[in-house]
């Protein structure tokens, strides 16, 4: 398996802008997270799916922020529009449960001028 | 929010020695995991323990886990240059997904 694929792996907006990140999760896996990666605030967990179902979103910043998983070997995290304090490293990641092994993609570093 | 704490956060030492990190949490958990993170790079899972395991080892690695003390130390032996990188230890939180803290930074000069 070639693992957790994230796309794009380097992002510079412009304030304001739509932004759109993507993940493929590694087959079979039925968890699926994302976390932002600052220097202040480390890695935070943003949201995590379940069999595609949202469990726990309480880490989404704002409303700016979004998140799907339309099915099992792809998911997207938005921001809309975009603000400079969005700049940091998005970490998508898999697993076969919620508390198991994690295996995490390359990450998309996002700067937002 | 943070629900684990590595100390110390920076650790500089030479090829050959030994390097301790340790890990603090506050809430009752499943299970403890420690990552590793190259520069630039995605984590990479390294080693998990159980709540009711004591200690566990891997290769070079020991894992110490005290539930009475929610603590955990993770011990690297005979150190190289290519363990330079930041660890991280990650629980769950009893049953949530896994919460990171802000890691230690370990330097291995040789």
């Known amino acids: 398996d070639a693992g957790v694929i994230q796309s794009p792996r380097h992002e510079v907006t412009e304030m304001g802008q739509e932004v759109t990140l993507r993940c493929k999760p590694i087959?079979?896996?039925?968890?699926l997270f994302w976390y932002r990666q600052t220097m202040m605030r480390g890695l935070e967990l943003l949201i995590y799916f379940n069999n595609n179902v949202p469990i726990d979103d309480s880490g989404m910043p704002e409303d700016r922020f979004s998140a799907k998983m339309p099915n099992a070997s792809f998911s997207t995290l938005k921001i809309q529009p975009s603000e400079p304090r969005d700049s940091a490293v998005y970490f998508c990641?898999?697993?076969?449960?919620?508390?198991?092994?994690?295996?995490f993609g390359e990450g998309s570093r996002l700067t937002v001028l | 929010s943070q629900q684990g704490e590595e100390d110390p956060q920076a650790l500089s030492i030479q090829e050959g020695e030994n390097a301790t990190m340790n890990c603090s949490y506050k809430?009752?958990?499943?299970?403890l995991q420690w990552y590793r993170q190259n520069s630039g790079r995605g984590l990479v899972h390294l080693i998990l323990i159980r709540s009711n395991e004591r200690e566990k080892h891997s290769g070079r690695l020991r894992v110490t886990l005290d539930t009475s003390k929610k603590s955990s130390s993770l011990l690297i032996t005979a150190s190289r240059a290519a363990d330079t990188a930041s660890y991280f230890c990650?629980?769950?939180?009893?049953?949530?997904?896994?919460?990171f803290g802000k890691g230690t930074t370990l330097s291995v000069s040789s």
């Open positions: 809430t009752s958990i499943n299970n």
């Open positions: 990650a629980t769950d939180g009893g049953g949530t997904a896994l919460i």
């Open positions: 087959s079979g896996h039925n968890s």
């Open positions: 990641a898999s697993s076969l449960d919620a508390i198991g092994e994690l295996f």
